[in-house]
Nanobody
Framework: QVQLVESGGGLVQPGGSLRLSCAAS????????MGWYREAPGKERELVAV???????NYADSLEGRFTISRDNSKKTVYLQMNSLKPEDTAVYYC????????????????WGQGTQVTVSS
């Protein structure tokens, strides 16, 4: 059973920082792209950042360099460091991972975490 478990969300004041983590577990053979998406109330889910297996990262243009995505392949974990947070960053943040599973050949399966709430408010 494959799981993505997120942690690190919470309430923070404007200008503050948070670090989100997402750990993958289960019968995983390989990890391709990992990423973070967010969904604000009344809005569609949007890409925040994605990182490839060789550490190439891409970000949403709107972030203005405030967020940094990274990964630790030995821990099957992806991180999102969020700095200079703004109220408009308030959303549920979802982790996504494209995984190859044991005994499934080269097929890549997409998994999502359960989401973690980030609230930026004074």
């Amino acid at each position: 059973q494959v799981q993505l478990v997120e942690s690190g969300g919470g309430l923070v004041q404007p200008g503050g920082s948070l670090r989100l983590s997402c750990a993958a577990s289960g019968n995983i053979f390989g990890i391709k792209n990992m990423g973070w998406y967010r969904e604000a109330p009344g809005k569609e889910r949007e890409l925040v950042a994605v990182i490839s297996s060789d550490d190439n990262a891409n970000y949403a243009d709107s972030l203005e360099g405030r967020f940094t995505i990274s990964r630790d392949n030995s821990k099957k974990t992806v991180y999102l460091q969020m700095n200079s947070l703004k109220p408009e960053d308030t959303a549920v943040y979802y982790c996504k991972a494209d995984l190859q599973l044991e005994r499934s050949g080269r097929t890549v399966f997409r998994y999502w975490g359960q989401g973690t709430q980030v609230t930026v408010s004074s």
